[in-house]
């Protein structure tokens, strides 16, 4: 232990710190920076610079350790994880907390060649996700199974993943994300009446990869009457095929908007200046993304998915549903919001509420405490029954 009883935690399974993209990330900054508070000493192991291109050794009271990766598709994640892994062998550690199924393959490395307890936080079914070849989802299913067996604990920050686990025999916990803390301020500020010449527009946050069908939003929006813009936030990740396709799509409407990765006050002007946000994904574990559109106040119009429907329960104005990769559907949808946004910013304020009610990253804190005594509770290394 370290301090007045606090724990000693590696995160394993990061790019960069501070977050400038994906869940993951956003997570655990999220995370860290608050059992930091609490009296934990976290480290955080990442592979990238910073979103300002420096390596800085801290984060928000975190300390962060750069180490070294291969740099291809299919070798990054696994090359880094591993060295992240040998690093954290130095027995400094009360815990290693691996994120994703993917970094959580090398978890036996920790499990058994330390005395460190083992974590591992599930944020999506990885093997499901088509940007990989069938090479690559064999290996995640290893890593999946892998996933119910070597930690100590398995967590989910879905309740529909621990679902899953629980059918095949493993109690994975469940652990709700959080909703950003600037999230109210922007909703206030939408509040405000709208600049002479304002212009609706359509909202995508998420990596352009092919299973949050950004190309099927393009097209779909195409449909769409009247002078509402469509802006896309985000970039690739090893999906050059992809993103070229979406850039390709968007050529062809000059209302569509290719902006690539924006953060923090850039991110927070896109989130106010929103008349909707979409999400057309076909897979997703628990998107951040969609938490903190609600939390801004900011209609959705989403994929009918069990990750969505999680967060949105159901279709409502403010927050429709609709079946996933049929782009009629889709393109209806976002015609009927638009056309009636006093109607649907009124739904998506119940939304709000409801979601700010029920995701919060200080309760996420205390259960992720409440799971580390879990593991340093177990006995040593065992697998679990492989039947």
Request: proline share 6%; aromatic share 4%.
């Amino acid at each position: 232990m370290s301090g007045a009883g606090g724990l000693r935690v590696a995160m394993i399974g990061l790019r960069a710190l501070p977050a400038s993209t994906g869940g993951v990330e956003r997570h655990v900054e999220e995370l860290g920076a608050r059992l930091v508070e609490r009296g934990h000493d976290v480290t955080a192991f990442v592979r990238n610079p910073s979103p300002d291109g420096a390596r800085r050794s801290s984060c928000r009271g975190m300390e962060v350790r750069h180490v070294a990766s291969v740099r291809t598709k299919h070798l990054e994640t696994i090359s880094h994880t591993a060295l992240s892994a040998m690093h954290a062998l130095t027995g400094e550690f009360d815990v290693v907390h691996y994120h994703s199924i993917g970094p959580g393959i090398v978890a036996p490395v920790t499990r058994w060649g330390s005395r460190a307890k083992v974590v591992l936080t599930v944020h999506g079914l990885d093997d499901q996700r088509s940007k990989w070849a069938r090479p690559a989802q064999l290996v995640l299913l290893a890593a999946r199974w892998m996933s119910e067996r070597v930690p100590d604990v398995t967590v989910t920050d879905a309740a529909w993943m621990a679902a899953i686990y629980a059918n095949n025999g493993c109690p994975a916990v469940h652990v709700r994300n959080g909703v950003s803390t600037n999230v109210s301020a922007i909703a206030a500020r939408r509040r405000r009446p709208r600049p002479p010449g304002w212009r609706p527009s359509v909202l995508f946050v998420g990596r352009l990869v092919p299973e949050k069908r950004a190309d099927l939003l393009v097209r779909a929006f195409a449909a769409v009457p009247g002078d509402a813009r469509l802006v896309i936030v985000g970039d690739g990740s090893y999906t050059d095929r992809h993103a070229t396709e979406v850039a390709s799509l968007a050529r062809r409407d000059r209302r569509v908007e290719l902006v690539g990765t924006v953060h923090g006050p850039g991110l927070d002007a896109r989130w106010e200046d929103a008349a909707l946000f979409c999400l057309p994904s076909v897979v997703e574990g628990l998107p951040l993304s969609m938490l903190d559109a609600a939390g801004c106040g900011v209609p959705i119009v989403a994929s009918d998915v069990p990750a969505h429907r999680e967060i949105l329960c159901h279709s409502a104005p403010g927050r429709l549903l609709v079946p996933p990769d049929e782009e009629a559907a889709l393109a209806a949808a976002l015609s009927d919001t638009l056309a009636d946004l006093a109607t649907a910013d009124r739904g998506a304020d119940r939304t709000r509420r409801h979601v700010l009610a029920r995701y919060d990253w200080e309760s996420t804190t205390d259960a992720i405490e409440a799971v580390y005594e879990i593991a340093l509770a177990r006995a040593g290394p065992a697998l679990r029954d492989a039947s």
